[in-house]
């Protein structure tokens, strides 16, 4: 399996795609909303948010999906080496439904909809972090 580490590095560099675009677009968000009052500004920012979605974002996660995918099925005795890619799973199934949520926060923010606060964007841009840590921490240490 000399090709295994390929995709682990595919994998690798597919998942920190991936994160930027979790890192970023809420801060899209952010300024989105506290400039909300400056028409043109948000016009550009809203491309930025479809472009960061669309081009980096949904490409990453796929790409992730299907990597991980791949080195499970090429190496599912990984299952039984305990329980850490049972959580490392479920941070990564949290994470994708993070992601489907800025998505259907960016098209809210489409129709202008500002239902949501610049402070409340902020906290919710840590979610990724915390699910990073978690996943990171479940793949070097496996505590269990």
């Known amino acids: 399996m000399a090709y295994y580490t390929w995709i682990l ?5 597919s998942f920190i795609s991936w994160m930027a675009m979790l890192f970023y677009l809420p801060r899209l968000f952010i300024y989105h909303r506290e400039h909300a009052d400056i028409k043109a500004f948000t016009e550009v920012v809203k491309i930025q948010e479809y472009k960061l979605m669309k081009y980096i974002g949904v490409p990453a996660m796929w ?3 299907i990597s991980g995918g791949t080195m499970l099925y090429l190496n599912s005795g990984i299952f039984s080496s305990g329980g ?4 490392k799973l ?9 992601h ?9 923010m489409l ?3 500002h239902y949501k606060t610049g402070k409340w964007f902020r906290v919710y ?12 921490i479940m793949v070097v240490v496996r505590p269990f």
Do not use: C, Q
């Open 125 to 136: 841009n840590e979610v990724p972090t915390l699910l990073m840590i978690g996943i990171v």
């Open 9 to 13: 590095a595919f994998h690798v560099m």
């Open 63 to 65: 790409a992730t999906i």
């Open 84 to 87: 850490w890619m049972h959580a």
């Open 100 to 108: 489907f949520s800025l998505e259907k926060i960016r098209k809210r």
């Open 111 to 113: 129709e202008d909809d």
């Open 90 to 98: 479920f941070f990564v199934a949290l994470l994708i439904a993070y």
